[in-house]
Nanobody
Framework: QVQLVESGGGSVQAGGSLTLTCTIT????????MGWFRQAPGQEREGVAT?????????????SYADSVEGRFTITRDVGANTLSLQMIGLRPEDSAMYYC??????????????????WGLGTQVTVSA
């Protein structure tokens, strides 16, 4: 059974930092697309960052970011620990949302506009105060 469990959310002031971690169990595909998405109340879910794994070589990966987080957020994948992380710095009030991680295959590409994934976590809340 595949499970994705997010952690690391919380409340910070603007300019602060948080690191979110998605712990993945039961999903061991050597090629995959994983990502972080967020949804604020009354808004559509939006892609934040994606991490594509193209093979077992450490250099066989690619990342993409939403324009709104480029340069502030960094997505990383630890294959050994089977985790997906999102380091967030320079947080802004508009970054406040429920953050979800997702995992799936590479079919259809791996980019922040993608919405179809095989597995989703239940989310972790991030709140940034002004």
């Amino acid at each position: 059974q595949v499970q994705l469990v997010e952690s690391g959310g919380g409340s910070v002031q603007a300019g602060g930092s948080l690191t979110l971690t998605c712990t993945i169990t039961g999903y061991t595909a050597s090629k995959s697309c994983m990502g972080w998405f967020r949804q604020a109340p009354g808004q559509e879910r939006e892609g934040v960052a994606t991490f594509a794994t193209y093979g077992s070589e450490s250099s066989a990966y690619g990342t993409s970011y939403a324009d709104s987080v480029e340069g502030r957020f960094t997505i990383t994948r630890d294959v050994g620990a089977n985790t997906l992380s999102l380091q967030m710095i320079g947080l802004r009030p508009e970054d406040s949302a429920m953050y979800y991680c997702a995992a799936g295959g590479l079919s259809g590409g791996c980019y922040t506009r993608r919405r179809t994934f095989d597995y989703w976590g239940l989310g972790t809340q991030v709140t940034v105060s002004a």
